[in-house]
């Protein structure tokens, strides 16, 4: 078993043989708002961005990886870093599980599980931050579950169509981490 797997799910370098599940994520308007996404993405840029996604994330700063579960050998979602910083050790971490029917299965816990322990040992970084809506209830309880800690508030700060909504900053720092 690799250090990106466990016995429930895989995560894995995205493949070119995932560009049609890419751009229907992509392109689902009801998940743009965690991706601040306003424009959908065409087949001919998600292709460019599958060949360019195997440089090294000290290069291009970010790294999607792909939930596979691992029976079913089911892509199930994404876990990504961004914002990498290697002089001040951090990254930003997203995670989605595109369908509803996967959602609270616990998929999700073990993809991030399995990314923390990542970013921690291989990586070496000194802290993992995320940012939620604070309606986003789910997301928030799957993080501070994880160890990560609200450490902020940022007022009105993500445009909705319902107005403006607050966004939680968490973030989790090496020495908090009890699964390194």
Not at 1 to 30: P, T
Not at 105 to 129: P, V
Request: with cysteine; glycine share 4%.
């Amino acid at each position: 078993m690799s250090q990106l797997e466990n016995s429930k799910i895989k995560l894995r370098a995205l493949e070119i043989e995932d560009i049609d599940i890419l751009y229907d994520w992509e392109n689902n308007m009801n998940i743009w708002n965690l991706s601040n996404t306003i424009v959908p993405f065409s087949k001919y840029i998600l292709h460019k961005y599958i060949e360019s996604s195997h440089e090294d994330i000290f290069t291009s700063k970010q790294l999607r990886l792909v939930i596979q579960e691992i029976t079913s050998q089911k892509p199930l979602g994404f876990i990504d870093l961004f914002d990498f910083d290697f002089l001040n050790s951090r990254a930003g971490i997203g995670i989605l599980i595109n369908d509803i029917e996967n959602r609270k299965k616990g998929f999700a816990a073990e993809a991030l599980r399995i990314l923390i322990k990542y970013c921690f040992n291989t990586l070496n970084l000194n802290q993992l931050y995320c940012n939620i809506n604070t309606d986003n209830i789910d997301s928030i309880n799957l993080f501070k579950k994880s160890g990560f800690e609200i450490t902020g508030t940022k007022k009105k700060w993500n445009r909705t169509s319902d107005g403006f909504k607050d966004e939680y900053f968490l973030q989790l720092l090496k020495n908090q981490n009890t699964t390194t």
